[in-house]
């Protein structure tokens, strides 16, 4: 396969309701879309899931923008992809440059994606995938109230969801936690700090031992490692982590210090397909299961999450929710859906071209820009 071109979008879409978290609040979603052509006549697609604002990682939409624009895509346009290997080995060559692993992801993805798409496979073959069926969870934001939150949990376990990952922050932890534990008695239940603690509230993280919860998600700074393995030894809870796993080699070290029993994997927090599958093969050995990451994606990516989490390794249920979870009218049709309540149908598609709207792209896109090899 050689590029014949690529274009890159700028969307802006509503969401039904803002997003809260520890670190601030998203009321619509900015994200880029890359579109590779093959010389063939294949197409394929990624989301680019950097946010609008660094608060959760330091990438943002525009820096990614320059990127992916002055870097990433220049230095794949001349790329000639023959099989499987061939696609892994993008990773190394987006390596030189440092970091930014959310840009690099998505042009990775994207020529994975046309790559499936020329050579009419599907991309769970490619990565190595058998599932047929995902479990799928909720990831609620932080609420006005003990009440609503207790109410919205109530509304998605009706609507199938699996498990409830609950944001927490100081102040904003054991009371809704202790609400809900008493309202749902044994439903799977997780918090996610999203690094709003420190090690000195080591007393308080304790007292969450008592809740029972599946695992705690990155407590702590969003680039440490070390006092996190220092947490996990004083806390029953597993420590999951989100933020501090960056590639393969923080999944490595993370592992080799007792900084996690958990990991969230996230496609573009990784840099892409080839760096999640370095991950997903040494933590499958090692023992340490993994649940895929959400980062409120269009179908796009949804439709991504749901290819890699179709792998062995992926023992937990995700974030990844139907796409009217944020989106009254999602870019791909049809949208996710539920197959059964509470799971995703795996399906084998080759790449999700298939499923974009081309004009509901058109629809949200303020800004393109085209390379040509
Ligand atoms: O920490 O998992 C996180 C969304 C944006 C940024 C970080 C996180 C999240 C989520 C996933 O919690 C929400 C979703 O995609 O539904
Ligand atoms: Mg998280």
Redesign the pocket.
């Known amino acids: 396969m050689k590029i014949g071109g690529v274009v890159m979008r700028r969307l802006e879409m509503p969401m039904r309701e803002p ?1 809260v ?1 520890s ?1 601030g609040t ?1 009321w619509s979603k900015v994200l880029l879309v890359l579109e590779v052509h093959t010389q063939a006549g294949g197409v394929g697609y990624a989301e680019c ?1 950097a ?1 609008a604002e660094p ?2 990682t330091e990438e943002t939409s525009e820096t990614a923008w320059l990127m992916l624009r002055d870097f990433f895509i220049p230095s794949l346009l001349q790329v000639e992809i023959h099989d499987v290997a061939g696609l892994r080995g993008l990773t190394n060559r987006l390596a030189r440059f440092r970091g930014n692993p959310m840009a690099k992801a998505a042009i990775e993805m994207a020529v994975w994606d046309a790559y499936a798409a020329e050579t009419q496979t599907p991309l769970t073959t490619l990565l190595g995938g058998g599932k047929t069926h995902i479990p799928v969870g ?2 609620v ?1 932080i609420q006005p109230s003990t009440e609503r939150l207790v109410e919205k949990v109530a509304d998605y376990l009706a609507q199938g969801f699996r498990r409830v ?1 609950v ?1 927490i922050k100081p102040g904003w932890d054991l009371e809704p936690l202790h609400a809900l534990r008493a309202a749902f008695d044994s439903v799977p239940l997780w918090a ?1 700090a ?1 690094s709003a603690y420190q090690l000195e509230d080591t007393e308080r993280l304790r007292q969450l031992d008592e809740l029972g919860l599946m695992m705690i ?2 407590p702590l700074g969003h680039d440490d490692m070390v006092d996190h393995a220092r947490l996990q030894s004083i806390l029953h809870t597993p420590i999951c982590l ?2 501090s796993i960056r590639g393969a080699s923080d999944a490595r070290k993370a592992i080799q210090i007792g900084a996690c029993r958990v990991m ?1 994997l ?1 496609l573009g927090r990784v840099g892409g397909f080839g760096e999640a599958l370095r991950i997903h093969d040494l933590c499958y050995s090692a023992g340490v299961p993994l649940w895929c ?5 269009t179908g796009i990516g949804r439709l991504h999450n749901i290819a890699i989490a179709s792998l062995p390794g992926f023992q937990l249920p995700g ?3 139907p796409s009217d ?2 989106f009254g009218e999602d870019i791909i049709d049809p949208p996710v859906e539920f197959s059964t309540p509470g799971e995703l149908a795996v399906e084998p598609l080759c790449g999700v071209a298939e499923r974009v709207v081309p004009a509901r792209l058109d629809k949200w896109t303020t800004a393109r820009l085209t390379f040509r090899p």
């Open positions: 997003f978290a670190y998203e899931v946010m608060l959760y909720i990831s934001g990952k944001k996610d999203n998600e990155q989100d933020e969230n996230k990451g959400g980062m409120l994606e974030d990844t929710a979870r944020y």
